[in-house]
């Protein structure tokens, strides 16, 4: 069995490069079937994630907890006196509102895109339920995002 000059791993595979470091290999040994692959089967991650806060992980940007009791108050309302004919229209608002709190959060609040995503999915899910949103699922998350603006813009100035 023959060994890469560079990093040692056993060759044993068709290929001009080591399947370990992918450097170049004079001679490797023919085996029928065989399927070589010049790059490693793993990949090392050179950043680790950064940590994030509670108000970063749980916090709305506070325009969009605004927002969202605006247009919770005027469908809740539009569905009383209509008596359920504007479910669609929740959804379509549900929708519109979930696209914003993406946008919203991945450039005023900082979110990643994973996270904006997952909060405009709640935000979504939460507007296009056909009932009165209780202020507890939306107004912390609000406060929260205010204070980690206060508390960014003063570390700023």
Not at 138 to 157: D, E, M, Q, T
């Amino acid at each position: 069995m023959i060994s890469c000059t560079q990093c040692g791993a056993s060759l044993n595979g068709p290929g001009q490069f080591c399947s370990m470091c992918g450097a170049k290999v004079t001679s490797v040994p023919q085996i029928p079937g065989a399927v070589g692959n010049p790059r490693p089967y793993f990949r090392f991650q050179s950043n680790p994630p950064p940590t994030r806060g509670f108000s970063q992980t749980f916090g709305l940007d506070p325009r969009i907890a605004g927002l969202m009791l605006i247009v919770d108050l005027m469908l809740n309302a539009g569905e009383i006196v209509s008596m359920g004919l504007l479910v669609p229209f929740s959804i379509a608002a549900g929708i519109v509102l979930g696209y914003i709190t993406y946008k919203a959060q991945m450039n005023w609040y900082g979110d990643d895109k994973e996270s904006a995503k997952i909060k405009a999915i709640v935000v979504a899910l939460l507007t296009a339920i056909p009932t009165p949103l209780p202020a507890i699922l939306y107004v912390p998350a609000g406060i929260l995002g205010l204070l980690r603006n206060a508390r960014r813009n003063s570390a700023g100035a």
